[in-house]
């Protein structure tokens, strides 16, 4: 049980370029979240899906697209990289517990990138 | 206003201390609460909900204060390994059968031998 697993580790780019950055989970949720996290600004919601076949943008959804390929991999794409977008990129599942409270949300390891 | 907001810190405290960190939070509708802990360079895991009626597990105890809408940890006898950044997190119902969470930058803490 691999639980979130990210592709790439790390990355470099230069301003235009592309990339599609990765997720998998094995546990079975149906949720999934995509963040990134730069200093002195937390962790900041990029786009979630629900479940299968949806999916909604966050607090800073512009210049990146989602695509939930299935139930298990979820996958962000930066389709013309800018400077801004250097950040720590985590993609999420969520686990929904029997009470509210008990809903948990597991981190894969996260991708560094470097835009150039 | 931020949704989520925690001491700065950072915090340096001594092996053995007992140290608090506070967070506020601006959305009534926020249901579930949660205390994260993220080591450096490293993702966010989960280091324990938040139960009205406050809760403890071993030397950490979480408090919360609907009214004030207001989360607190407290973490006793700070061991070298407690050193790492922790996160106010927040949950409210996005919809569709799903949450957003929202962090708050979080609170790095040093003990210090």
């Known amino acids: 049980n691999a639980g979130v697993t990210q592709t790439p580790k790390f990355q470099v780019l230069k301003t235009g370029q592309s990339m599609t950055l990765q997720c998998a989970q094995d546990m079975n949720h149906n949720s999934m979240y995509w963040y990134r996290q730069d200093p002195g600004m937390g962790l900041r919601l990029i786009y979630y899906s629900a479940s299968e076949g949806t999916t909604d943008k966050g607090e800073v959804p512009n210049g990146y697209n989602v695509s939930r390929l299935n139930k298990r991999e979820f996958s962000l794409r930066l389709e013309s990289a800018a400077p801004s977008q250097t950040s720590v990129y985590f993609c999420a599942s969520l686990a929904r517990g029997g009470l509210a409270f008990t809903d948990t949300q597991y981190f894969g390891p996260g991708t560094r990138l470097t835009v150039l | 206003r931020k949704e989520v907001e925690q001491d700065p810190g950072p915090f340096n405290v001594p092996e053995g201390a007992t140290v608090a960190f506070n967070c506020t939070y601006s959305?009534?509708?926020?249901?579930?609460f949660f205390w994260y802990r993220q080591d450096c360079r490293k993702e966010p895991k989960l280091l324990m909900s938040v139960y009205s009626s406050g809760n403890e597990d071993g030397r950490f105890t979480a408090q919360l204060n609907r009214a004030s809408q207001y989360i607190s940890l407290l973490i006793r006898d700070s061991k070298l390994s407690d050193s790492a950044t922790y996160l106010c997190v927040v949950r409210v119902n996005s919809g569709a059968g799903s949450y957003q969470l929202t962090f708050g930058k979080g609170t790095k803490l040093s003990v210090i031998p």
């Open positions: 959305n009534s509708a926020s249901q579930s």
